[in-house]
């Protein structure tokens, strides 16, 4: 008996099991690699801003706490720190330290080394933008003078020591910083809740900046603030402080570059993209038991309908489906997928990548929440990535008809209701056939078929109620399935 998978069954606190949770990290690969140039961009410079006022945050609680132990003091500021990669999880921003897990789809064939490394390209680039512009707000704001100027000799202490460092230091600690960071982002996989994503994000990354592990993305804000503050800072701040500018001359933008930024940027590339994304797919891809099922959640097995005649059982879903079904992409316009499936017809239809992997399921209700949502003035551009659902019911094309038809029209915890030791959980003086009637179940009106985990057909309501329809007139399904 094949399993199929059923997205009714999640609920927000379900916690995930590992791997489930490679499930979660393969559709956020996609989403990764899905985008388009312009939303990446954005999402990019809204990430590098975030890291940015993380370290803002780091820099005003660890200024001026000389008598608090050293170790106590950077956790604090690693917790503080804990807010960018938050804000990051929660609006879900690009950051290039993150992104590098998309290495995840070129494993499974669903994106060349050229196309993802344009990605990581843009990324990384929307995250300078969004790095740089802060650090501008930042030197204009005078926020180096906070505390007499404290605030601005931590904040140049801290750029200074990111270059002192060797080219193995920098590129370790790299490696170090991402494994930590890419655990934190793979954490938030075991739930779909987003005060559980928070909280998982905080110990990791308090752990990678109270370590001083290197992050490419925070040096972007980090060192050209204190180039800024070492170069552009009147003669008052540093006669306040009772220092020299001279003390600070190392901090260059070449200096920045060669000893720090290149070595960084390569080793969070290899601690996030080898070290947990290849390695976790490594170790949980093999053990799943539908290697190339990206679009599947909780696994719920349709039981066998109580029919005893093998005949009832003789008609497959192969026997039924449509072959050549309308598959829509997740780079598709929303305003495109929408004619598509007006023009045919239908109430939803497969999203599937360029290997026919089913990455979601873009329905007519997803466009009209989406209407809702953005006060029917919606986003022309917005994608079919965007809106639909991640979490499909698939089917396997050699499901029985009677248990396909047994699972659209049933649920068992209602009409049947016991434990899972045959013990009553309810009592009901209904009829069973009343209590069918009774149970409201809400499932798909169109079923992915897969084998192999790719789209091989669909199988609709209406396609099972047509095979179904000649035992009205007492004729045989297996007769259904002879003259399909």
């Not at 990384?124 to 007499?148: E, R």
């Not at 290197?214 to 972007?220: F, K, L, R, T, V």
């Not at 933008?253 to 490594?282: E, K, R």
């Not at 007519?364 to 019911?393: F, G, I, Q, R």
Request: charged letters at 15%; one cysteine or more; hydrophobic letters at 50%.
């Amino acid at each position: 008996m094949t399993t199929a998978y059923s997205d009714h069954e999640f609920v927000s606190v379900k916690g995930f099991s590992a791997s489930e949770m490679m499930n979660e990290a393969e559709r956020y690969a996609i989403k990764k690699i899905s985008k388009k140039s312009g939303a990446t961009l954005s999402l990019a410079t809204l990430a590098g801003a975030f890291i940015g006022l993380a370290f803002l945050f780091y820099i005003t609680v660890t200024t001026g706490n000389d008598s608090t132990n050293w170790g106590v003091n950077r956790l604090i500021g690693g917790f503080a720190f804990s807010m960018g990669l938050i804000l990051i999880v929660i609006f879900e921003g690009e950051l290039f330290t993150s992104t590098v897990l998309s290495s995840i789809s070129w494993a499974n064939n669903q994106v060349s080394v050229p196309k993802l490394l344009s990605i990581w390209g843009k990324v990384y680039l929307g995250n300078f933008f969004g790095a740089t512009l802060l650090v501008l707000m930042v030197t204009a704001a005078g926020l180096y003078q906070l505390d007499g100027g404290q605030w601005g000799l931590n904040a140049l202490n801290i750029a200074q020591h990111k270059l002192h460092h060797t080219w193995l230091e920098a590129f370790t600690l790299g490696v170090l910083c991402n494994i930590l960071v890419c655990t934190a982002i793979w954490l938030t996989f075991c739930s779909a809740n987003p005060i559980v994503k928070a909280a998982m994000t905080m110990l990791p990354v308090a752990m990678f900046v109270s370590s001083g592990f290197e992050h490419s993305i925070a040096n972007m804000f980090m060192v050209p603030l204190g180039i800024v503050i070492a170069h552009f800072s009147p003669d008052t701040f540093w006669l306040g402080l009772g220092t020299n500018a001279a003390n600070y001359a190392d901090l260059s933008i070449n200096n920045f570059l060669v000893n720090n930024l290149i070595p960084v940027t390569l080793g969070n590339i290899v601690g996030g993209a080898v070290l947990v994304g290849l390695a976790n797919w490594g170790i949980y891809r093999k053990q799943m038991q539908q290697p190339d099922m990206l679009s599947v959640n909780t696994p719920v097995a349709i039981k066998k309908a109580t029919k005893d005649s093998a005949m009832m059982n003789n008609v497959k879903v192969k026997d039924l489906m449509n072959k050549s079904p309308i598959v829509l992409k997740g780079s598709d316009r929303t305003a495109d997928a929408i004619d598509n499936l007006l023009s045919n017809g239908l109430t939803g239809a497969p999203v599937c990548d360029s290997q026919q992997h089913v990455v979601g399921f873009f329905s007519v209700h997803d466009a009209m929440v989406n209407l809702w949502c953005e006060d029917y003035l919606p986003n022309a551009n917005s994608l079919v990535s965007e809106l639909m659902s991640d979490e499909v019911t698939a089917l396997s094309a050699d499901e029985s008809l009677i248990d396909v038809a047994e699972f659209l029209v049933m649920d068992k915890e209602k009409v049947f209701p016991v434990s899972s030791m045959g013990i009553a959980t309810s009592f009901s003086t209904l009829s069973l056939k009343d209590r069918v009637k009774e149970a409201k179940v809400s499932k798909p009106h169109i079923l992915p078929v897969i084998t192999n985990g790719r789209l091989v057909g669909v199988i609709s309501r209406s396609d099972v109620l047509q095979a179904l329809r000649p035992l009205y007139e007492n004729e045989p399904l297996v007769e259904v399935a002879k003259a399909v």
